[in-house]
């Protein structure tokens, strides 16, 4: 397998005040794939992207970038970047805008022109190119900051909550584009809080919570641990288990609906279990594969086991 895009094996980032943003984070990202980072408010999300680009600098750090040491500004050359809560000069035009902010990454002064308007084209800004950014709506000044953000042609591209203040359409405009930006082969990183929208486009996710990773993996993989078939049958007996029903794979038994939970998603694994409520004299109404949603993921990773509580923000010291 190719390089990754990044191999973070950890990162600590204490803040002066002594807030743990990041206590040992660690991730990687391929390369072509859309990955999301997800997590609560003051999960520490902004932060470890800011230390990858080099904005905010850890307290301890060890990994790579673009096959580099994490912390070397040559690969950010390739990289982009749209900030949470980016403010691009009001006074400039869309165009100037993101011209400009070639200008910074280094984009040759000949290219930069065509590629501000492609780019703006791209995201759906192109009756706006000559207007300024102070009379732009917020979803509109997010788009012209993802056209910021693609102006050097980047490899790996960060994008911290793009569809913040976003309209649907525009969402789903987005989404797209980061669709497109993957099948040319280029890597996006997407910080959000967005489950939905990042269950649409991510292949892989993981979970930041008080500054540590607690889940990560390919969503596809995360989303069927979580998934179960719901088994519903009727039967006029007293309301108790089914014999043997359990022995055949139901981990949840509700006996007064009749509704059995199997932990798999396999319609052959559910078979010993139907079999079993037929020999106890059932008559099998349903067999409905349950898929696990991001959101009940996310809020099992992010709930307090022994208060049924979501965990607050980042411990201070
Ligand atoms: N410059 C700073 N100085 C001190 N503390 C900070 C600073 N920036 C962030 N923090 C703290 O670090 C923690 C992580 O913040 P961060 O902005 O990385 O979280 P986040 O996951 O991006 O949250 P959100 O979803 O709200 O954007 C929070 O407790 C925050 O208060
Ligand atoms: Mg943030």
Request: glycine residues 10%; positive net charge.
């Amino acid at each position: 397998m190719a390089d990754p895009a990044i191999d973070l094996q950890s990162v600590r980032k204490t803040y002066g005040g002594g807030v743990h943003a990041l206590r040992d984070a660690a991730l990687r990202v391929e390369r072509g794939e859309i990955f999301g980072l997800l997590g609560p408010n003051g999960a520490g999300k902004s932060t470890l992207v800011k230390v990858l680009l080099t904005v905010v600098r850890a307290t301890q750090v060890n990994g790579t970038l673009l096959g580099r040491p994490i912390g070397q500004k040559a690969p950010l050359a390739r990289v982009g970047y749209l900030p949470e809560h980016h403010r691009l000069p009001p006074y400039l035009t869309a165009r100037q805008a993101v011209e400009f902010s070639g200008a910074l990454s280094g984009v040759p002064r000949k290219d930069r022109r065509q590629r501000a308007d492609g780019l703006l084209d791209r995201v759906g800004l192109s009756n706006w190119k000559d207007r300024r950014v102070s009379t732009f709506s917020k979803g509109m000044r997010q788009r012209a900051g993802l056209a910021a953000a693609l102006v050097n042609d980047p490899e790996l591209v960060f994008l911290d909550e793009p569809t913040d203040g976003v309209d649907p359409v525009g969402r789903k405009e987005i989404r797209d584009l980061l669709v497109g930006l993957r099948s040319e082969g280029r890597t996006v990183f997407l910080n959000s809080h967005l489950l939905s929208e990042a269950e649409q486009v991510c292949d892989r996710v993981a979970i930041l919570l008080q500054g540590r990773v607690v889940r990560e993996g390919r969503l596809i993989d995360l989303q069927r641990e979580g998934s179960r078939q719901e088994l519903v049958v009727r039967w006029y007996g007293p309301a108790q288990p089914l014999p043997g029903c359990e022995d055949a794979g139901a981990v949840d038994a509700d006996a007064s609906t009749r509704r059995y939970t199997l932990a798999t998603l396999d319609a052959a694994a559910a078979q010993p279990a139907l079999d079993a409520a037929r020999r106890a004299g059932a008559v099998v109404i349903s067999l409905t594969p349950v898929r696990e949603g991001l959101e009940s993921l996310f809020m099992k990773a992010v709930t307090d086991p022994v208060t049924g509580r979501a965990l607050p923000p980042g411990a201070i010291a």
